[in-house]
């Protein structure tokens, strides 16, 4: 009807006010809108009439404060509005929101800011001053939530960060919102104040509306890593109405079975720490590139730790138990006519592991990440890095530690074209002097370059089974960019990028190498398909490979979900 049109229309010129205002144009209107039907297509087809006003940067940027004894140096860094940029109304919400909290966090409860701009006409730039002052003096008296027929009233309490009582501060209200929004468990969620039992007193009001959490099904997939994946599973991620996550999952590839166990406590004892326990079985056969088939089984424990908004810590205990299913041997003179024998260590010792031959170990460890990257999905600015390392004992003593880092930035101001760096890096120091079993290495391909097959490059025995190495590196380079033929609702974007890759030597207990130079550099590079599906996002990669050994196998189309890291 009329009404609902003129709603419709009402939204649309607000996002585009929106959309100017975020590209620097704050005079930005919309003169007109005219609405009219095609009944031979039935559809509407609108005509907005826009005046785009100048476009304006940011100038000086500068922060004011009657507050005795706040520390204005340390709000500095919660300013996103940077002179020379160009001007975004996003980015200066942002910044009275992050001032305001980080005023809170100095113990200012009532702080208030207010950014004051001047326009300078001539230069088309805005000079912003942050005023931060002490605002009124009022108090959370109540906090109503309704629609959540599932979800736990403590479960979205917890979220907000303050309660009853407390004082009320608008930017940690919005901080609230964003949290409870990002749960998953709400379609939508809105919060509104009305006035209390008197004048300095508020009462909020939360009003969500749930979602389905649980997933019951079967999925399926292609990697040109692993082959085709199918997993049948139960997810649960507001288990019984408390925020906790559960998941059983029975997984198969080509040359393996797994059986996963999952549970998460988000706020372990009600602080703001999460814990969770997985038990797995999984059973692998042997490849043409890996040497040994097992079943294994094990568990761990898990603790997470925010330090700072950027800043966590995953603690790790962990046990498992594996037992192989083939001989490892090697042919030692090349000559398929005389019998293969036991590998040897480095001391000459023959190390055999036969038939039902179990390996036992028992693990600690660390990962600590550092994220400031703005979308886990479509990143366009940021740094993500992850340190992480495990100390394994039992059967075998060894240290592995891991480091990967990638950073994004983007190269023309809306233009969305982002570039990337990644680097990695990963070495494991034997602690027994007795070797790394083979299976407890490092097997590399596409993940560490493009363009090589699952286990396609480092140290070979002379039947060509890969040995896995004790050390890794690499660097990657990247410039994705939007498709321009292709509308942006498709998701798909288009890369460019160049990887180099190192492995050293295979580890002692390994069979000796023949093949497959260690000290050989491998490098590509190649194209990419990008695709946000709805499962996530998906990449396909063709590859020129630059640098090889002639022991490596290379593979020039490859089919992978596409991470962060």
Same mark, same amino acid.
């Given at each position: 009807?009329?009404?609902?049109?003129?709603?419709?229309?009402?939204?649309?010129?607000?996002?585009?006010?929106?959309?100017?205002?975020?590209?620097?144009?704050?005079?930005?209107?919309?003169?007109?809108?005219?609405?009219?039907?095609?009944?031979?297509?039935?559809?509407?087809?609108?005509?907005?009439?826009?005046?785009?006003?100048?476009?304006?940067?940011?100038?000086?940027?500068?922060?004011?404060?009657?507050?005795?004894?706040?520390?204005?140096?340390?709000?500095?860094?919660?300013?996103?509005?940077?002179?020379?940029?160009?001007?975004?109304?996003?980015?200066?919400?942002?910044?009275?929101?992050?001032?305001?909290?980080?005023?809170?966090?100095?113990?200012?409860?009532?702080?208030?800011?207010?950014?004051?701009?001047?326009?300078?006409?001539?230069?088309?730039?805005?000079?912003?001053?942050?005023?931060?002052?002490?605002?009124?003096?009022?108090?959370?008296?109540?906090?109503?939530?309704?629609?959540?027929?599932?979800?736990?009233?403590?479960?979205?309490?917890?979220?907000?960060?303050?309660?009853?009582?407390?004082?009320?501060?608008?930017?940690?209200?919005?901080?609230?919102?964003?949290?409870?929004?990002?749960?998953?468990?709400?379609?939508?969620?809105?919060?509104?104040?009305?006035?209390?039992?008197?004048?300095?007193?508020?009462?909020?009001?939360?009003?969500?509306?749930?979602?389905?959490?649980?997933?019951?099904?079967?999925?399926?997939?292609?990697?040109?890593?692993?082959?085709?994946?199918?997993?049948?599973?139960?997810?649960?991620?507001?288990?019984?109405?408390?925020?906790?996550?559960?998941?059983?999952?029975?997984?198969?590839?080509?040359?393996?079975?797994?059986?996963?166990?999952?549970?998460?406590?988000?706020?372990?004892?009600?602080?703001?720490?999460?814990?969770?326990?997985?038990?797995?079985?999984?059973?692998?056969?042997?490849?043409?590139?890996?040497?040994?088939?097992?079943?294994?089984?094990?568990?761990?424990?898990?603790?997470?730790?925010?330090i700072t908004d950027q800043v966590s810590v995953d603690l790790l205990a962990g046990v498992e138990t594996k037992t192989f299913a083939d001989a490892y041997t090697y042919d030692h003179d090349n000559d398929p006519n005389t019998p293969e024998i036991p590998h040897p260590?480095?001391?000459?010792?023959?190390?055999?592991?036969?038939?039902?031959?179990?390996?036992?170990?028992?693990?600690?460890?660390?990962?600590?990440?550092?994220?400031?990257?703005?979308?886990?999905?479509?990143?366009?600015?940021?740094?993500?890095?992850?340190?992480?390392?495990?100390?394994?004992?039992?059967?075998?003593?060894?240290?592995?530690?891991?480091?990967?880092?990638?950073?994004?930035?983007? +190269?023309? #101001?809306?233009? $969305?074209?982002?570039?990337? *760096?990644? /680097?990695? %890096? &990963?070495?494991?120091?034997?602690? !027994?002097? =007795?070797?790394?079993?083979?299976s407890e290495t490092y097997f590399k391909g596409p993940r560490l370059v493009r363009g090589f097959q699952s286990m396609g490059m480092g140290p070979k025995a002379a039947n060509g089974e890969s040995?896995?190495?004790?050390?890794?590196?690499?660097?990657?380079?990247?410039?994705?960019?939007?498709?321009?033929? +292709?509308? #942006?609702?498709? $998701?798909?974007?288009?890369? *460019?990028? /160049?990887? %180099? &890759?190192?492995?050293?030597?295979? !580890?002692? =207990?390994?069979?000796?190498?023949?093949?497959?130079?260690?000290?050989?550099?491998?490098?590509?590079?190649?194209?990419?398909?990008?695709?946000?599906?709805?499962?996530?996002?998906?990449?396909?990669?063709?590859?020129?490979?630059?640098?090889?050994?002639?022991?490596?196998?290379?593979?020039?189309?490859?089919?992978?979900?596409?991470?962060?890291?």
């Amino acid at each position: 009807d009329d009404e609902m049109k003129q709603e419709k229309l009402a939204v649309d010129k607000e996002l585009i006010r929106l959309f100017y205002a975020n590209r620097g144009y704050p005079d930005a209107r919309v003169l007109s809108a005219v609405a009219e039907y095609d009944a031979t297509k039935n559809a509407y087809f609108v005509s907005f009439t826009i005046s785009e006003g100048e476009r304006y940067t940011f100038g000086e940027i500068g922060i004011e404060t009657s507050i005795a004894g706040l520390d204005v140096e340390a709000l500095r860094s919660s300013i996103r509005t940077y002179q020379g940029n160009v001007y975004k109304y996003r980015d200066l919400q942002r910044s009275v929101e992050d001032l305001a909290y980080r005023a809170t966090g100095q113990g200012f409860a009532f702080a208030d800011v207010r950014p004051r701009l001047d326009r300078d006409v001539v230069n088309k730039v805005f000079n912003i001053t942050y005023l931060v002052d002490e605002g009124a003096r009022i108090y959370v008296e109540r906090i109503d939530i309704v629609g959540n027929t599932k979800t736990r009233d403590f479960v979205i309490r917890r979220e907000l960060g303050f309660a009853e009582g407390d004082p009320f501060n608008r930017s940690m209200v919005t901080r609230g919102k964003s949290a409870i929004e990002g749960l998953g468990f709400f379609s939508s969620v809105g919060v509104s104040t009305r006035q209390g039992s008197s004048s300095d007193k508020v009462v909020l009001n939360i009003a969500v509306v749930e979602k389905s959490t649980g997933d019951y099904g079967f999925t399926g997939g292609y990697s040109t890593a692993d082959g085709i994946l199918a997993e049948i599973s139960l997810t649960e991620t507001n288990f019984l109405g408390r925020g906790q996550y559960l998941k059983l999952a029975i997984g198969a590839t080509p040359n393996g079975q797994t059986y996963d166990f999952s549970f998460t406590e988000p706020r372990f004892m009600g602080l703001k720490v999460s814990a969770g326990v997985d038990v797995y079985r999984r059973f692998s056969g042997e490849t043409l590139t890996n040497f040994f088939g097992y079943e294994s089984t094990g568990g761990q424990l898990r603790f997470g730790v925010p330090i700072t908004d950027q800043v966590s810590v995953d603690l790790l205990a962990g046990v498992e138990t594996k037992t192989f299913a083939d001989a490892y041997t090697y042919d030692h003179d090349n000559d398929p006519n005389t019998p293969e024998i036991p590998h040897p260590t480095a001391a000459g010792d023959s190390v055999v592991i036969t038939n039902g031959q179990t390996l036992n170990k028992v693990f600690v460890g660390y990962n600590l990440t550092y994220n400031t990257v703005d979308s886990p999905s479509l990143p366009t600015s940021g740094l993500i890095a992850t340190l992480n390392q495990q100390f394994v004992g039992w059967d075998h003593s060894f240290v592995r530690t891991e480091a990967k880092a990638r950073y994004f930035v983007p +190269l023309m #101001e809306d233009s $969305g074209i982002v570039a990337s *760096v990644r /680097g990695q %890096v &990963g070495v494991i120091n034997d602690l !027994s002097g =007795a070797g790394v079993h083979p299976s407890e290495t490092y097997f590399k391909g596409p993940r560490l370059v493009r363009g090589f097959q699952s286990m396609g490059m480092g140290p070979k025995a002379a039947n060509g089974e890969s040995l896995g190495s004790l050390m890794f590196a690499g660097i990657s380079a990247e410039i994705e960019f939007p498709i321009p033929v +292709l509308p #942006e609702s498709y $998701g798909l974007r288009g890369a *460019v990028w /160049g990887d %180099v &890759g190192y492995l050293s030597s295979a !580890s002692a =207990a390994a069979a000796p190498t023949t093949s497959g130079d260690t000290q050989q550099v491998r490098s590509s590079v190649g194209a990419s398909l990008i695709w946000n599906s709805p499962f996530g996002p998906l990449r396909g990669d063709f590859a020129h490979v630059l640098q090889q050994d002639t022991a490596d196998s290379t593979q020039v189309f490859q089919f992978t979900i596409s991470t962060l890291l």
